[in-house]
């Protein structure tokens, strides 16, 4: 069998880009990646520099791979500070694994890292709390784990929190919106209040699954890890097998989706009013549409028992 050649040099392909067409070596593909986050970065809620960030790490490759490229390319240009955090959901037979590996590459990076528990900041881990409701793990864990994510970064004293949404997570949420029918998100009303929240930056939004994926095995950031035995209870699931169809149908979907919604959003910002947060009286955290979904979770959790 013939070996294709990158489009770019005479190295051996290891990837196709199916919106060009062409193929790409693995520096080639490195060297994409790296240009398309740093580019990211620089972008108006990007880093600017001098920040204390904190990471949301699960151990997965998304975030493994933002890991890596914040502790290798911007924490020594930019002057960043990192802390990864870890949220142990107490998954059994998925999180032990998951955050032994977590624990191996922040040490090798050099990253301070911390690893909250769900049974500590929720009063249980998540197979406790999913019990008779298995069906809706995800949409509680979803929940659960982004509070918990928020209070540690600020707990941490960051100024960021460093997600690892890609492009297929950012067009499946544009996608999400429309059936939810949420004018408010899809018109990209931005609530008011909500200062005590740590702002969100989200460095590899502009790559998709597939390149972070391929970066993350060629730079060994891809160990075998078992999946997460909820995975299939996640809403998101349908929504990005129609997201994936709509791109292997025509390459550049993903990109398109996104690039629209952030038009649509510029010409529709300020046509409805803004939602503002308030503080939950149970939890003290900011909360939208006056009720506090993780408090609500919690409850319903206790009152199965
Ligand atoms: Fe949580 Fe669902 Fe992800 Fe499992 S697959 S870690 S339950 S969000």
């Not at 989200?202 to 994926?213: D, H, I, M, N, Y």
Request: hydrophobic share 40%; aromatic share 4%; glycine share 10%.
């Amino acid at each position: 069998m013939t070996q294709l050649s990158c489009a770019f040099c005479a190295e051996p392909a290891v990837y196709l880009d199916r919106a060009t067409g062409g193929h790409l070596c693995a520096g080639h593909l490195s060297a994409r990646v790296e240009e398309t986050f740093c580019a990211t970065l620089d972008a108006p809620d990007g880093l600017t520099g001098g920040e204390r960030v904190a990471v949301a790490f699960s151990g997965g490759k998304d975030s493994s791979v933002l890991l890596h490229l914040l502790a290798t390319l911007a924490a020594p240009t930019r002057d960043l500070a990192l802390v990864a955090v870890t949220i142990d959901e107490g998954i059994a037979g998925y999180r032990d694994e998951t955050v032994a590996w977590a624990r191996t590459l922040a040490a090798r990076l050099g990253v301070e890292h911390r690893v909250v528990g769900f049974e500590a900041g929720c009063g249980s881990d998540l197979d406790g709390l999913v019990l008779w409701r298995e069906a809706r793990a995800c949409t509680i864990c979803g929940v659960l784990r982004r509070r918990l994510l928020q209070q540690a970064a600020r707990d941490l004293g960051a100024d960021r929190l460093a997600t690892g949404h890609c492009l297929d997570d950012e067009a499946e949420s544009v996608v999400m919106n429309w059936l939810r029918g949420d004018l408010y998100r899809v018109a990209g009303a931005r609530p008011t209040g909500g200062e005590s929240m740590v702002p969100r930056t989200k460095p590899l939004a502009r790559l998709s699954e597939k390149e972070v994926v391929s970066y993350a095995i060629l730079h060994d950031l891809a160990p075998e890890l078992p999946e997460c035995p909820y995975a299939h209870t996640a809403l998101r699931s349908g929504v990005r097998g129609l997201v994936h169809r709509a791109e292997l149908h025509s390459p550049g979907t993903m990109a398109r989706v996104v690039s629209g919604q952030a038009g649509l959003e510029a010409r529709l910002r300020g046509l409805l009013p803004p939602a503002g947060f308030t503080t939950c009286p149970d939890c003290g955290e900011p909360v939208l549409g006056g009720s506090c979904r993780a408090c609500a979770l919690l409850r319903s959790a206790v009152a199965n028992h």
